[in-house]
């Protein structure tokens, strides 16, 4: 099984800011995805991040707003870029645990509020 | 568009009791149906996968269904503990091979 970590677990930010959010795993994946968790909402797939490539975002979710790094195949970076009290969620990374049904390990999650 | 649905309401029960959660789709015939544990704090952590030629798999004390004419897997957990307390989502893969989540459903077992 995979260990991830993510720091910050938590931040509280002003509005215009940004913050990145680093992913850790201890073994090496070929994706790592990134998902948001709003109060009461399911997780939202942001993108997916594979090493050496731009990232995938999908539908609603942009680079300018979201942008990804995948420096090497145990970490990432997802940054929140001007950040506005609708930014404050949980930020989760995972790595797939089986490529063929997509089940997923999950980091412990980054629990942003935006002031 | 496809859309999963749990029961957003807590579902309280004694301790001992089996706990049954629900979760229904709608416009996909997904491949396979999973089950995951969110405790609060933490991220979803796998439980149980369900392929959808299986109408039944069973892991200890869990048991998952899935009936793809009424588009719906139960999770049930027999014997229930105060420690099995969380939330628990479904999810199944979407049509461009990405895992799509419920918004769970809040289990709380009572001593």
């Not at chain 1, 800011?17 to 942001?46: A, E, H, K, N």
Request: charged share 20%; hydrophobic share 30%.
């Amino acid at each position: 099984s995979a260990v991830i970590s993510q720091k910050p677990s938590r931040d509280i930010c002003q509005r215009g800011t940004s913050l990145t959010i680093q992913c850790q795993v201890d073994s090496q994946v070929t994706m790592m995805f990134w998902y948001r968790q709003q109060p009461g909402q399911s997780l939202t797939l942001i993108a997916t991040a594979n090493q050496g490539s731009e990232a995938t975002y999908e539908s609603g979710f942009v680079i300018d707003k979201f942008p990804i790094s995948r420096p090497n195949l145990t970490f990432s970076t997802l940054t929140v870029s001007n950040m506005s009290p609708e930014d404050s969620s949980i930020y989760l990374c995972s790595v797939e645990q089986d490529a063929a049904t997509d089940t997923q390990y999950f980091g412990p999650g980054t629990r942003l509020t935006v002031l | 568009s496809q859309k999963i649905e749990q029961n957003s309401e807590a579902l309280n029960i004694q301790e001992g009791k089996t706990a049954t959660l629900t979760c229904n789709y709608t416009n996909y015939s997904p491949a396979y149906l999973q089950w995951y544990r969110q405790d609060p704090g933490r991220g979803p952590v796998f439980l149980l996968l369900i392929r959808e030629n299986e109408k039944e798999k069973r892991k200890e004390r869990l048991k998952v269904t899935f009936d793809t004419t009424l588009k719906q897997s139960l999770f049930h957990i027999t014997a229930s503990q105060p420690a099995d307390s969380a939330t628990y989502l479904c999810a199944l893969d979407g049509d461009t091979d990405k895992l799509i989540f419920g918004t769970g459903t809040r289990l709380q077992v009572f001593p």
